[in-house]
């Protein structure tokens, strides 16, 4: 009898380290897939808020060369910078933008760069120019707001 029960208890241990052994990797794959979609997540939230960011970045130095040369204060460098030079990081954030953001954050990053164009042009008149660089502020604000609450959105 002792030797049936001591069968019994070593077969009920070892269908217990079966199950638990099924259990642990079952329970360790779905931890390892957490983990993973955690880390994809993360990553997609760093590369947007990059791409946002840099558009944001690229529209303001290229503005503030613009500015420079306006008002006098550019000692060289706008007028010694090609046009491409300019705009070129700003086409290309705007690019990654329409890539990657969904089609409110692509329109505000339409708006944006679309508000930057009237200030290449030479304006003479100061009411104008400040309607100009008012438009411009508005158009990134707006931008900032649509990608936050895209970012928001994404937060892991």
């Known amino acids: 009898m002792d030797a049936v029960i001591a069968v ?7 269908i217990s380290a079966l199950a638990g052994a099924r259990i642990g990797r079952a329970g360790g794959r779905e931890a390892a897939q957490l983990v993973a979609t955690a880390t994809r997540d993360q990553r997609r939230y760093d590369d947007q808020r990059a791409i946002c960011a840099d558009l944001i ?7 503030a060369l613009l500015w420079q040369q306006e008002s006098g204060t550019d000692t060289g460098s706008a007028q010694n910078l090609e046009a491409a030079e300019l705009f070129l990081p700003r086409f290309r954030a705007q690019a990654l933008v329409r890539l990657e953001c969904p089609a409110e954050v692509e329109a505000s990053a339409d708006a944006l760069t679309k508000a930057v164009g009237p200030l290449y042009r030479v304006q003479p008149d100061p009411t104008k120019r400040e309607r100009e660089r008012m438009a411009y502020n508005e158009a990134r604000d707006s931008f900032i707001l649509a990608a936050r609450k895209h970012l928001d959105a994404l937060r892991p």
């Not at 970045?57 to 503005?63: F, G, K, P, R």
């Open 8 to 14: 019994a208890v070593a077969m009920i241990a070892a």
């Open 57 to 63: 970045a690229a529209t303001d130095a290229e503005l």
